[in-house]
């Protein structure tokens, strides 16, 4: 069964960081791409991040480009995503996601989702 586990999301200030974490289990985790969505209230679902299998690969939505930062740990399972000069317009429920293309910026094109994490940011 396969099972992705995001966390480290909560409330910070503007300006702020937060490192988010998500845990694959059930799929050999360097034989996937891995992503970033994030969705808030009475909005569609927005890419932020990708990942390819290795790390070696990375590419941004523009709302985000320059302040995230992707990465991944294939010896853990683990995709990470690193939240920097955050702003009250980036509150959101974050999703990781995972898919077998090489770049994937539309969320029909992943496979399996995660529950998700909140992200709230105050000014």
């Known amino acids: 069964q396969v099972q992705l586990v995001e966390s480290g999301g909560g409330s910070v200030q503007a300006g702020g960081s937060l490192r988010l974490s998500c845990v694959l289990s059930?799929?050999?985790?360097?034989?996937?791409?891995m992503g970033w969505f994030r969705q808030a209230p009475g909005k569609e679902r927005e890419f932020v991040s990708g990942?390819?299998?290795?790390?070696?690969?990375?590419y941004y939505g523009d709302s985000v480009k320059g302040r995230f930062t992707i990465s991944r740990d294939n010896a853990k399972s683990t995709v990470y995503l690193q939240i920097t000069r955050l702003t009250p317009a980036d509150t959101a429920f974050y999703y990781c996601?995972?898919?077998?293309?090489?770049?994937?910026?539309?969320?029909?094109?992943?496979?399996?989702w995660g529950q998700g994490t909140q992200v709230t940011v105050s000014s």
């Open positions: 990942s390819n299998w290795s790390g070696g690969s990375t």
């Open positions: 059930g799929r050999t985790f360097n034989r996937y791409s």
């Open positions: 996601s995972d898919t077998q293309r090489a770049v994937a910026r539309t969320p029909e094109l992943h496979d399996s």
